[in-house]
């Protein structure tokens, strides 16, 4: 009897440890992004005095992806466009898509700040110039 009550006590604290184990995941959280989840990112800048500066349209990624945001950092009177495209001309584009469907995200005038999109993509980045300068500017995606 003694020895069933050993077994029995040992299977209840093996079955305990097996279900708080399961419950319990172990993760480095230092970094602040899990695997996958990071973004890469681009800069503009309204003169060459700055760096990368865009003075027409640009194809910032090829392939699907999401758009994670833009910080403006220098403002502009400009006015440019993100597009889910790979080129402004639209019997280029696959299924001849129209301008007005693959919008993504538009500034003008805009002011300096943080914008959040988390906005899917499935041709690839866009930017268009479409007047003055483009801002100076970090665009974040992610593949």
Not at 81 to 90: E, G, H, I, R, S
Not at 96 to 112: G, H, Q, R, W, Y
Not at 126 to 142: A, N, W, Y
Request: hydrophobic share 35%.
């Amino acid at each position: 009897m003694k020895d069933l009550l050993k077994y029995i006590g040992v299977a209840v604290v093996s079955v305990g440890i097996f279900f708080v184990g399961q419950g319990t995941e172990l993760q480095n959280n230092l970094a602040g992004a899990r695997p996958g989840d990071e973004c890469f990112a681009t800069s503009t800048a309204a003169s060459s005095a700055y760096g990368a500066t865009i003075t027409g349209d640009q194809t910032i990624i090829t392939g699907s992806g999401t758009l994670c945001g833009v910080t403006i950092t220098g403002a502009t009177t400009g006015h440019w466009t993100l597009y889910n495209a790979t080129t402004t001309d639209v019997n280029k584009r696959t299924g001849n898509k129209a301008t007005s469907t693959i919008l993504i995200a538009d500034f003008a005038d805009t002011v300096e700040g943080d914008y959040k999109f988390e906005t899917t993509f499935s041709d690839g980045l866009l930017l268009e110039l479409d007047s003055g300068s483009v801002s100076t500017s970090t665009i974040g995606f992610r593949r």
